[in-house]
């Protein structure tokens, strides 16, 4: 942290994002890329992405010749979902009833979608420097036929400790943040977020159900509610820290689906990784490049001082206090 | 590919940079950070970071308390290693020779620092894109006491293989796109460079020696001097591209050294990853964000389509060509 930085500096967004632009093909009335036009959507409002990167049918590849040479059929469908009818606010500067009505969506295009695919993977890229390409406040959802490799590691991990333990790993490790209390950042009756110790983002979080849960649409009112509590928490602290409107992807863990819903899941719990790229500023992000793609991660600050830092900040985003 | 793209664009970097500048650090005759002055270097110029990232000594962080909460100390040695005297130049702009003094010295750090520490890491970030805050060709060398995380995982799979098969994965995998030629882009009588068939950047390249080697230190003169030859077309093929200094981080990767230099390593083959940024112009670049964050790599283009595209590049770099 102590180098002197002579790098790339990130141009802070410089386009005043309007509410409502006709243009923009996210916004309530809006033409689409295939023609059709939004509907004048209140809350959210979700459809099949114009350009999926996951196709329903696929060939099959046929087999393979070779050991170091195997490919198989990927199917799955892409979807994308606006938070809001306005492309000027984001999250944190929703109400909470808003937010509220995010998760309820997000639980229930993982139901639907979960019926026939193995893996539904909500995800959010925040802000332009996350390759995020359009300001109005969305994420996608893509569900595949297949576990990616994120979702098999953790499946294999968590496994293996549950085994070894008899406790979800992810239980263990809540009870423990809470007891030591140095990386929780924030939390209330049902939910913590905390800088996990093996954070390699500087100011990575995790965000997980106090209680035993597998999948967002496990989880009651009162649990949906305090989530909606805690993101509006979170990332009201986010923006504060460097006064921008805070950049990262974002995406939902819990059980596989599918043909796997009702195979031992038990060791599965509930989980959103928050992973943010500034280091410095609101203008110097964290590099993941050389030593970190060749080798490993290399972490500027420690996941203790981040949790620090974030936990200090206040719980009033900087633009309503500033209005 | 087909996406429209109405996000982030790179500014492409205005400054011009100047064959010398006693203010750059990295320059012969210029005073660095801890106050030496550098030597009137000629061709390479090896010193210690100035800002390591890696420490000789640090405290034992003592046993852990819990098994979610385990760390060990790692430490280690960050040197910095310039290219050239000038600072206007790039590897493919170099000499043959001047490659060659690269070469060599790579080994030869290599063969002192793996003396002690278990890896050596050699990687260059290249260009404002890739983090690199310093426009003076060089690249870094992190030794360290373990093996980091890539290194293990290729150690991995690579011994698998080698129980199963009795023969060097990648060197099968050499004989194989030799044969096949189609995620070829350039070879010679010692080395191919490939787009490998698991590829998840969109140029990324992977070189490799023909015959079974296992550390940098074990090329022989001739395979140096083919070494230089391979690089000079392929990072020339990489300019072209897009008509521009093609950013990328590159790395090599070899068999363990320090204490671990004498035990069973038949399973390893060096080679040298590039892995760059670019997408579809000098200016767009691949984000690997959200489901490539929180699942896995979703490629833009087949790993032959990028092959195709750099095979047919001119090996004369356009600067010259131009000029
Ligand atoms: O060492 P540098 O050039 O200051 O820093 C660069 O390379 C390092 C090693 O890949 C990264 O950890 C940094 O994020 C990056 O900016
Ligand atoms: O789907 P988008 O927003 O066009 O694209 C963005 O998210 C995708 C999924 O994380 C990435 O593969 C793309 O590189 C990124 O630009």
């Not at 992810?170 to 905390?194: C, F, G």
Request: charged share 25%; net charge negative.
């Amino acid at each position: 942290m102590k180098r002197p930085w002579k790098g790339q500096v990130e141009k802070p967004s410089e386009k005043k994002v309007q509410a409502k632009d006709l243009n923009n093909p996210l916004c309530p009335g809006a033409v689409r890329g295939n023609g059709e036009v939004n509907p004048d959507y209140k809350h959210t409002f979700t459809f099949k992405n114009d350009f999926p990167a996951l196709l329903e049918d696929v060939p099959d590849p046929g087999p393979s010749q070779h050991p170091l040479f195997r490919s198989e059929a990927a199917c799955g469908v892409c979807e994308v979902m606006c938070f809001h009818p306005r492309s000027d606010v984001t999250l944190p500067l929703m109400t909470l009833y808003e937010i509220n009505e995010v998760i309820r969506k997000w639980s229930e295009r993982t139901l639907e979608l979960g019926k026939k695919y193995r893996w539904v993977q909500i995800f959010e890229n925040k802000g332009e420097i996350m390759g995020c390409s359009n300001p109005h406040p969305h994420c996608q959802i893509w569900a595949s036929s297949f576990l990616p490799n994120e979702a098999r590691i953790e499946d294999r991990s968590q496994k293996d400790y549950y085994r070894k333990h008899g406790v979800p790993m992810l239980i263990d490790y809540v009870n423990q943040e809470l007891e030591m209390q140095e990386r929780s950042v924030v939390h209330n009756d049902h939910w913590i977020a905390v800088v996990p110790y093996w954070a390699v983002w500087p100011y990575e979080t995790m965000l997980l159900p106090r209680r035993h849960v597998k999948r967002l649409y496990d989880l009651n009112d009162t649990e949906r509610a305090s989530l909606a509590d805690i993101m509006k928490r979170l990332l009201t602290k986010y923006d504060n820290l460097f006064e921008v409107s805070f950049p990262y992807s974002m995406g939902w863990h819990g059980a596989p689906t599918g043909d796997m819903e009702h195979i031992e899941n038990s060791h599965w719990q509930l989980h959103a990784h928050y992973l943010p790229p500034l280091l410095r500023s609101a203008t110097v992000k964290k590099f993941m490049v050389g030593y970190e793609m060749l080798a490993q991660a290399q972490r500027d600050l420690t996941s203790e001082q981040a949790a620090a830092k974030l936990r200090e900040l206040p719980e009033v985003h900087f633009m309503e206090y500033n209005s």
